[in-house]
């Protein structure tokens, strides 16, 4: 039997043959990207590229992409969804399109990986207003020998992908395109008609499941509502590893594959039951202690905010879903949440106590503030012979999810990007300021180190002499030259000895294997660094050096501010 460990060597290797680079996957959680709590799918890191700015590491790119989507979260406890999940992605920047990739992925699926042909269905799209049928990928799904009642078309709600999902709800800005999926059918599960007359790739009976989807990123959302073509034309892979994993077992329960086994496995064992027992308490735990874990090991931790607390719902609701919780990992961070957990569930305990007549509003307190599920409040109060008010829970639940929505929309627009602008753009100016201090006076400057208030840049470097005015002319003169050259500034995520073999500058010697980021302005200047950098050198104005001192022994202390064109 293979194992997910295979498939994803497999799937790698097969396009690293067809010529694409392998990059490494993005952490969980995006540095630059303050318009999402974590990486959702392997596009979003390349969204820059997918625009038409130009990859470092090439056209052609593959990959695997740890991923978390929270809006499924409650979805959890069926046999597919999951939180945190694993998405094998290949993609071509303005390279191959429809016929390559859509050849490949069967090759890939039919011959690698030995999947029977007759188990695959398709899907291609049946065209809108805007964007015509997709009869290319119709024709090039029939020359690879799919008969027409193995391929399927739908509309923009299936067969279009973008980030917020159909063209109407794309905000200005954002990409995407029609799509073509891949569907497994499981004949163990019968056609269910409370879905419909008929089944099809797209029925929620579970006959099917969805394995992968090339999207054909060719579009981008104007501002009067309508959708223009993007400069290049790209391909966007994704597929579950867990899901193919799943079709390769013949067995639609993504649990049931070796990357749920252990887990699976020790979860009987500590309670002396059966995963067909409870089947749903198995795979929520299962799920939400992978996804932990994985957090954790991206550095988040349990908190109110944000990443932290959606890390802290998933500790939580297993905590609630199982009393030996500590039995099951041996992860520090779950284990110190986890009695901070039991802390705040005695006093809740308490709490409870005190209550005479439970309603909704007290529910909802009762989940807010000491974390109890609403299935705890239930059953507690049952014992009394009370019951809780569920439409009264659910509204103070959609009053609070509205306000903490608006709160964190607030941030993310606000908050964040604004306060950082001026320190943001001096950074960049940080990188120009480098490379052109080693243009004009020699590779032999190195940074030494520096110092960003919104005010002004302070940048040490090694030289053995002050500058003479002559050169802070030129440097100044250089750096406004490609500040005015409009530079885009772009970062790829590679191995710290990568990044050394394409020229990046750094100072540290990472571990072996370690990966970092490359910032890229233009062609002038790559350095290692986890930004965050504006979009290009046009934002910057001007720079204007104010000040240069000698500090100590070969180091030279230059001070920099930036002003508006035209001052
Ligand atoms: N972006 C698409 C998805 O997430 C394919 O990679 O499904």
Redesign the pocket.
């Given at each position: 039997m293979i194992t997910s460990n295979q498939i994803r060597e497999k799937y790698l290797n097969f396009f690293e043959k067809k010529g694409s680079v392998i990059i490494p996957p993005a952490p969980l959680v995006l540095e630059n990207d303050p318009t999402t709590l974590f990486t959702s799918?392997?596009?979003q890191p390349l969204v820059p590229y997918l625009m038409g700015e130009k990859h470092p590491m090439g056209k052609r790119l593959v990959d695997y992409q740890p991923s978390i989507r929270t809006v499924d979260i409650d979805e959890v406890g069926d046999n597919r969804h999951l939180t945190y999940f694993e998405?094998l992605?290949n993609w071509s920047l303005g390279d191959y399109f429809k016929k390559e990739q859509l050849s490949w992925i069967w090759e890939f699926l039919t011959k690698e990986l030995e999947l029977p042909k007759e188990k695959l269905y398709v899907s291609f799209f049946e065209g809108s207003l805007e964007v015509p049928e997709d009869t290319e990928s119709f024709n090039i799904w029939k020359s690879l020998g799919l008969s027409d009642d193995h391929i399927f078309s739908y509309g923009v709600d299936k067969n279009w992908?973008s980030r917020s999902g159909t063209p109407n709800q794309m905000p200005e800005g954002e990409i995407g395109g029609p799509d073509s999926e891949i569907f497994f059918e499981f004949d163990s599960i019968k056609h269910d008609k409370k879905f419909g007359e008929k089944c099809h790739p797209n029925c929620d009976c579970g006959r099917f499941l969805e394995i992968g989807?090339s999207?054909f990123i060719q579009y981008r959302k104007k501002a009067d509502g309508s959708l223009e073509e993007l400069p290049q034309k790209n391909v966007?892979?994704?597929g579950g590893l867990e899901r193919i994993s799943a079709a390769l077992n013949n067995n639609p329960d993504v649990f049931k594959t070796d990357i749920f086994n252990k887990t699976i496995n020790k979860l009987e064992e500590i309670t002396n039951s059966t995963y067909e027992k409870n089947i749903k308490n198995f795979r929520i735990i299962a799920d939400h202690l992978r996804a932990s874990e994985a957090l954790t090991k991206n550095g988040v931790v349990p908190s109110n905010k944000q990443q932290g607390y959606i890390l802290r719902r998933l500790i939580r609701k297993i905590a609630t879903k199982l009393n030996n919780f500590e039995l099951l990992t041996k992860n520090k961070v779950i284990l110190e949440e986890l009695v901070k957990f039991k802390s705040t569930l005695e006093k809740g305990l308490k709490e409870v106590e005190k209550i005479e007549k439970i309603n909704g509003k007290l529910a909802f307190d009762l989940y807010q503030t000491y974390g109890f599920p609403i299935e705890l409040t239930i059953e507690l109060f049952e014992e009394k012979g009370q019951k809780v008010d569920m439409k009264e829970f659910k509204k103070e639940f959609e009053k609070h999810k509205e306000m903490s929505r608006s709160t964190s929309v607030g941030m993310f627009k606000g908050g964040l990007a604004d306060h950082n602008e001026e320190t943001t753009k001096l950074h960049t100016a940080t990188h120009v300021l480098h490379a052109s201090l080693r243009e004009i006076l020699g590779n032999g400057v190195t940074q030494k180190g520096s110092h960003i208030t919104s005010e002004r840049l302070r940048f040490d470097f090694s030289y053995p002499e002050k500058l003479t005015d002559e050169e802070l002319e030129k440097v100044e003169e250089l750096m406004n030259k490609q500040i005015n050259s409009s530079l885009p500034i772009s970062f790829s995520e590679m191995s710290l000895n990568e990044a050394k073999s394409l020229g990046a500058l750094h100072f540290f010697d990472g571990k072996y294997g370690e990966k970092v980021k490359v910032y890229s302005i233009g062609d002038f200047s790559r350095e290692v660094c986890g930004g965050p950098h504006v979009g290009n050198t046009n934002e910057l104005g001007r720079a204007k050096i104010i000040k240069q001192e000698k500090v100590g022994s070969g180091v030279v202390r230059i001070y920099l501010k930036l002003a508006q064109n035209g001052h």
């Open positions: 799918s392997g596009m998405m992605g992908w989807n999207v966007d892979f994704g």
